[in-house]
């Protein structure tokens, strides 16, 4: 029989996660499901996977040029990491407030007092397109070495039409020189920028926060709505309310974009009812969501983005209920919440927060973070699963089991990172 040429091939994987299952987001039992393939191999031509199976197997149909072959014996092959929530693009950095978080002051007290969002939004608005750039490819090249693959970015630190567009145009530079997969969400509605706020010292400027409502509606949603794949709101106190959000996500899906909702996260303002109620695709962070709006969520169809990493960073004791979650049928993914405020690049730490912190099963963080976190951004089709049709975004890990992931602590188990077809890390 002659072999089929491949133009790289992975064989020998102790174990080989294909994630392979339905073709939608995994809920309940179904997150326990890697579908693993023991000595696995992966054939994989022209940017997409060809074929998944063991060793053996592929060998018999498919032949590489020798150094077009990947020896994984001994270690884990499986899905890119696919990271549904981050705050890529924004100016400076806050490691000031790690003191005010070891003093006892809140997240709020934080922004109140002039810090959190607004200080990131002031640094953004000073820094140039290619500063904003500049900065973002550094983060984008170590989330690579720690095996994420696609991610979302949001914008939300600029919170002027001229900023948030600058924001959406750094992204698309990045998409077109990096390696990484980005999928685009405007998050103008991220904070009350200070010229609105009912605290704006300038009384001559001061507009109220209505105002700024509209001027989302009305200036930016029309700008931004062909540059952004999603619209996401901070439905939070403080922030903007379940009306104002209902308002500018209805907006938004007027305009064809798909939805997000930073839902609960300090407060149960209803938002993960609100998710529900407006069908978004996904609804994130979910601290203090009250189980009825669980329960609507998943028969909705939403899926729940989970960011143990913000919680960490918050310095509470309060974690998303995920195992409640998992138990009502809600589909969950995983997101780092990249941000000045939760700085982490690494999909391998939410992973195994997400096991010691809320309580999931390696397999269960694995499914969130790869295939569950693919559909939440829109690209379940592409990614998040290791299957015929596929893009080949693969990483090999240096561990002889996906139990290692959440097991080691504190380091980096990613050997390779195979991104369309060709090793990028």
């Not at 913000?310 to 138990?327: I, K, P, Q, W």
Request: charged share 25%; hydrophobic share 40%; proline share 3%.
């Amino acid at each position: 029989m002659t072999k089929k040429q491949a133009d790289l091939l992975i064989i020998n994987a102790s174990e080989l996660l294909t994630l392979n299952g339905p073709k939608r987001a995994r809920r309940g039992r179904e997150l326990r499901a890697l579908a693993i393939i023991k000595e696995g191999a992966v054939s994989i031509r022209a940017g997409k996977i060809e074929a998944a199976g063991n060793t053996g197997e592929i060998l018999k149909r498919y032949e590489a040029k020798k150094n077009n072959i990947l020896d994984a014996a001994g270690k884990t092959v499986m899905p890119g990491f696919v990271d549904a929530h981050t705050h890529l693009i924004f100016a400076g950095s806050r490691e000031n407030e790690l003191l005010m978080k070891l003093d006892g002051k809140s997240y709020m007290e934080i922004l109140e007092a002039g810090g959190g969002i607004l200080n990131t939004v002031k640094a953004t608005r000073n820094a140039t397109k290619k500063q904003l750039v500049a900065e973002a490819v550094g983060r984008l090249d170590r989330m690579l070495l720690h095996g994420t693959t696609s991610l979302e970015a949001k914008t939300g630190y600029g919170l002027t039409l001229k900023d948030e567009l600058k924001s959406l145009e750094a992204l698309e530079t990045l998409q077109r020189n990096h390696s990484c997969d980005i999928v685009p969400t405007f998050l103008g509605a991220h904070a009350i920028p200070p010229e609105y706020n009912d605290k704006c010292k300038d009384k001559r400027n001061h507009k109220n926060p209505d105002g700024y409502v509209d001027l989302i509606i009305g200036k930016m949603l029309p700008k931004v709505k062909k540059r952004a794949a999603f619209c996401d709101v901070f439905c939070e106190d403080g922030a903007f309310s379940i009306e104002q959000s209902r308002k500018i996500l209805k907006a938004a899906q007027d305009y064809g974009m798909g939805l997000k909702l930073h839902a609960d996260e300090f407060a149960d303002t209803g938002g993960a009812a609100l998710a529900a109620e407006l069908k978004a695709t996904s609804a994130e962070h979910l601290l203090r969501s009250n189980r009825d709006g669980i329960r609507k969520m998943a028969k909705s169809g939403v899926i729940g983005v989970l960011l143990p990493a913000a919680a960490f960073s918050l310095m509470g004791n309060r974690y998303a209920d995920a195992r409640y979650m998992v138990e009502s049928g809600l589909p969950i993914a995983l997101g780092t919440d990249l941000c000045p405020n939760s700085w982490t690049e690494s999909m391998q730490f939410v992973v195994r927060l997400a096991c010691y912190n809320m309580k999931l099963t390696p397999a269960e963080a694995i499914s969130a973070a790869t295939i569950n976190s693919a559909y939440a951004i829109g690209t379940g089709s592409d990614a998040g699963s290791i299957e015929a049709g596929k893009k080949a975004d693969i990483i090999i890990l240096n561990a002889p089991n996906h139990l290692h992931i959440a097991y080691r602590l504190g380091v980096n188990l990613v050997e390779k990172v195979v991104k369309s077809g060709k090793v990028v890390a």
